[in-house]
């Protein structure tokens, strides 16, 4: 008995034994996995933040300071042709606050306007109680700025590091380069016109990467770019003038080497950019630009055929028609030949002329020399040029000296640039632009003929007619002026004109063209409106004076060539 109850003893002790350790096998092995389990977690979170570590340090430490949708893109640099930097990226610092950890929002106030006074008490105070984790203050700060700020210690308020445009030729180009805002977005001149040619959508992606931006390389020549400023600024003050302007164009390629308008604005502070007076008005500003339109009259006259340089028109009596008497300003009162009708700037003589021709075919030359549909080129401030809904009669002979539609002073530029290159109309550019570019796209728009009798009344005019102070010693200036009336309360005025002088040197082989305008000029000492011959011709002349020598044109100083009168075929 006793031995048997010993056996189930052990028995039970052994079952137990059993049971107890096939319990701490499993116990052990779900120990096992929780183990294994905590470490794959704790593995993957320290991967997660070593993976996010290795990122960061790859990425540029400005572009990862900062909310993404704050960093300013990069912009490529802009340089003249010869690689002088018109427009950089630099390094500017910006004011933000964290609401949030603002201690006292007026307190804080008190202190940043001491350093920023033009600061908006009332939409900063919202700013700072808006309990936001991030609103800017006030963007692009100077050093100075930004030092006396630091120094207040102010809780809840940092910097970051941002990109913003700056333009070392400051005013002198600032109506080619246009501006950029806060963001570094092109809105104006080349700068927009960079962003819509893809930049944008760089940016939009995140590849425009500074040192992968190329500069853009413009056909601008800086150095005549400020003799250009400089001449049309003096212009303005010596006359007392409301706006002034110019362009300098090479005729063989139809690249713009300098072009200004005053008053213009500086665009490292453009607080002035949108004022109406500080328009471009070389590319959007429309003009009946008056007697200097009387070189495509005369050169369409010739280019049809009708007409020749012997050809001869009846100017001894006004013109009347519509309820209008077309006048000369100095007539002579007399029949007069194409040259003479050229250099006294007759308005009878040239409404004979575009008579010759015909009502249709002298819209349709203006049309073909670019004058009457809107520009094409880089710049996007440019205006559309007006005329009447339908021609007739009297819209053609007005037309014919300048009255009646309106146009832009550089489409005027390079329509009498065809008119010097062998009469091929190219289409500005801002851009470098080779000559076999320019051949390829240039159209033809008049007879070679027509180009050679133009460069003769051009040389002419400056010679005996009213074109004598747009003229350079020692290089073959020609050129045409045009005074236009301007129109007051529906009237022409003749207290306030609008005055031109196209000319191109030198006139053996034209190789640069320049446009000068002057809008409402005085005459000095007086309050009376002076003519083109007294002002935009001698702008013109400086201009050339002083560029040509950097253009390459060398000076001849002797006679042979001269154009006269007696000497027209």
Known sequence: MIGWLGKKRRKAEGDAAIVFDSARKKTGGRTRNRVIMTMVVFFSIYATI????????????????????????????????????????????????????????????????????????????NKLKSGTGFVWLKRQLTPKQQAEIMALGIPGIAFRTEKRRFYPAGETTSHIIGLTNVDNKGISGLEKYIDDQGLADLQASGLAVAKDLKPVRLSI????????????????????????????????????????????????????????????????????????????????????????????????KPIKIGGQTIRDFRGKGRVLSVPEVFIYSSNIGSAREAEAVGVEAHREFLRRMGLLDRMQTELPEVAKPTEPKVWKRVHSITAAFGHGFSTTPLQTAVGAAALMNGGKLLPPTFLIRTQEEANAIGKQVVK????????????????????????????????????????????????????AFVAAFPMEDPKYLVLTIIDEPKMEGSTRSATAGLTAAPMASNIIRRSAPLLGVKPEFGQEGEATLASYP
């Open 221 to 316: 020549d800086l150095r005549v770019q400020h003799i250009v400023r400089s001449e049309i600024v003096a212009a303005l003050e010596k006359y007392r003038a409301i706006a002034a302007g110019a362009v300098v164009l090479d005729v063989r390629t139809g690249e713009v080497l300098a072009m200004g308008s005053v008053p213009d604005f500086d665009p490292n502070n453009p607080f002035n950019a949108l004022q109406q007076d500080r328009l471009n008005r070389m590319s959007a500003g429309l003009y009946e630009m008056g007697s200097t339109i009387k070189s495509f009259t005369t050169s369409m006259a010739l280019d049809s055929g009708k007409v020749t340089l012997q050809s001869t028109f009846d100017a001894s």
């Open 448 to 499: 070679s003929q027509t180009v050679e009798d133009m460069k003769y009344l051009y040389r002419l005019n400056a010679e005996e007619g009213g074109g004598k102070r747009g003229t350079v010693p020692g290089y073959r200036v020609g050129g045409k002026t045009g005074t236009a009336e301007k129109v007051v309360n529906g009237r022409y005025s003749k207290e306030k004109n609008f005055n």
């Open 50 to 125: 070593a993976g996010r570590l290795v990122y960061l340090g790859m990425l540029d430490p400005e572009a990862a300071a900062g909310p993404e949708s704050r960093v300013t893109a990069s912009r490529p640099d802009i340089v003249d042709r010869y690689g002088e930097v018109l427009a950089t990226d630099i390094k500017t610092a910006s004011l933000f606050a964290e609401p949030r950890r603002i201690v006292d929002a007026d307190e804080a106030i008190e202190k940043l306007t001491t350093v920023l006074p033009d600061l908006d008490v009332e939409q900063t105070y």
